[in-house]
């Protein structure tokens, strides 16, 4: 994200590529601090969650922004999918709503199936589809 050379980096004891890695890591992935600062260890670099925190605080604002842009857009086409599940040996309905690319729009869960649930499952997408559309053409 940023070079050696990099003003931001001056005065900390490990090198920008280690802290790239570890605030890569902990905002890319649904990882704790406790979590990345054991992927350290393993590679051999003894990094304390705090610092891992810190260096969250400094350097993370142009690491989400850059994870976020290349997240891809959301199809204008989705599909609503209905499945039957068992959890602890009772009936539910899973939903789910999937765009064209495949990404998950949503998932809901619900213990009896009738059209009053499905249609507001469906409205609720409806609403996030317009809205999301309006924020992405301005």
Same mark, same amino acid.
């Given at each position: ?9 001056? &005065?900390h &004891?490990?090198?920008? =590529?280690?802290?790239s890695? *570890?605030? +890569? ?8 601090l &406790? ?5 350290? $260890?393993?590679r ?8 891992? %925190? ?13 994870? %976020?842009?290349? *997240?891809?857009?959301r199809?204008?086409? +989705?599909?609503?999918? =209905?499945?039957?599940?068992?959890i $602890?040996g =009772?009936?539910?309905?899973? +939903? ?20 009053r ?6 409205? *609720?997408? =409806?609403?996030? %589809?317009? *809205? $999301? ?6």
């Amino acid at each position: 994200m940023r070079t050696a050379k990099d003003p931001l980096y001056r &005065r900390h &004891r490990f090198p920008p =590529e280690v802290i790239s890695y *570890a605030v +890569w890591l902990y905002f890319r992935f649904p990882l704790s601090l &406790r979590m990345v600062e054991e992927m350290l $260890a393993a590679r051999g670099i003894g990094v304390t969650y705090e610092t891992v %925190r810190q260096w969250g605080r400094k350097f993370g604002k142009p690491f989400s922004d850059r994870i %976020r842009q290349r *997240a891809p857009a959301r199809g204008d086409k +989705w599909h609503l999918d =209905e499945v039957v599940i068992s959890i $602890a040996g =009772e009936q539910h309905w899973l +939903w789910r709503a999937v765009d064209q690319n495949g990404f998950v729009l949503d998932v809901l869960i619900q213990r009896r199936r009738d059209a009053r649930c499905a249609a507001a499952h469906e409205e *609720a997408l =409806e609403i996030r %589809r317009h *809205a $999301a559309a309006r924020y992405d053409h301005g």
